[in-house]
T-cell receptor
Framework: NAGVTQTPKFQVLKTGQSMTLQCAQDMNHNSMYWYRQDPGMGLRLIYYSASEGTTDKGEVPNGYNVSRLNKREFSLRLESAAPSQTSVYFC?????????????FGDGTRLSIL | AQTVTQSQPEMSVQEAETVTLSCTYDTSESDYYLFWYKQPPSRQMILVIRQEAYKQQNATENRFSVNFQKAAKSFSLKISDSQLGDAAMYFCALRGYSGGSNYKLTFGKGTLLTVNP
């Protein structure tokens, strides 16, 4: 079972470059999320998509854009990467038919911006 | 706004012993859900246990159990008979339910658990 698949797993960028992180889930979940994880900060929500066709800002949306391409795919774009965006990025999905359903996470993308 | 606080940045336990990880939270919602996730060095986020706030009975999953104190807004995780494979970062998370599709999680900063042989 693939679950939530993120690509790439690692990436190094130069300041000012653009990059799109891809995420796909095969669990027929309605909701998808992007988080970033920084040392000592836990996971912080960047953007989420409650259902296909909708996206909303989370706690730390500045510098990012998202696209819910279809029910399966939710991408995160950095238009002009900055060193402060060096982080580990996680995509997650959940079934919102039951509000106690957990989120299922991908394996993360380690992004370094020089 | 929701907040989750894990006051223990690091904990250690001897193999086969019991350890308790603390979590407190704050929310204005009357209906919500609490989760503990485990993140081993592989970086995967693995669900350990979940608790519905309207249930008084504490959740249990094999060696993992919670002590849910709703009035005190406390949600601690107890790991019994600790194993080397339990070594990981543990995150407490809260999801409010305000209707519609609001299923966002708020995470604590994590507790790094070391298991000593």
């Amino acid at each position: 079972n693939a679950g939530v698949t993120q690509t790439p797993k690692f990436q190094v960028l130069k300041t000012g470059q653009s990059m799109t992180l891809q995420c796909a889930q095969d669990m027929n979940h309605n909701s998808m999320y992007w988080y970033r994880q920084d040392p000592g900060m836990g996971l912080r929500l960047i953007y989420y998509s409650a259902s296909e066709g909708t996206t909303d800002k989370g706690e730390v949306p500045n510098g990012y854009n998202v696209s819910r391409l279809n029910k399966r795919e939710f991408s995160l774009r950095l238009e002009s990467a900055a060193p402060s965006q060096t982080s580990v990025y996680f995509c997650a999905s959940s079934d919102n038919r039951g509000s106690n359903q957990p989120q299922h996470f991908g394996d993360g993308t380690r992004l370094s911006i020089l | 706004a929701q907040t989750v606080t894990q006051s223990q940045p690091e904990m250690s336990v001897q193999e086969a012993e019991t350890v308790t990880l603390s979590c407190t939270y704050d929310t204005s919602e009357s209906d919500y859900y609490l989760f503990w996730y485990k993140q081993p060095p592989s970086r995967q986020m693995i669900l350990v246990i979940r608790q519905e706030a309207y249930k008084q009975q504490n959740a249990t999953e094999n060696r993992f159990s919670v002590n849910f104190q709703k009035a005190a807004k406390s949600f601690s995780l107890k790991i019994s008979d600790s194993q080397l494979g339990d070594a990981a970062m543990y995150f407490c998370a809260l999801r409010g339910y305000s209707g519609g599709s609001n299923y966002k999680l708020t995470f604590g900063k994590g507790t790094l658990l070391t298991v000593n042989p």
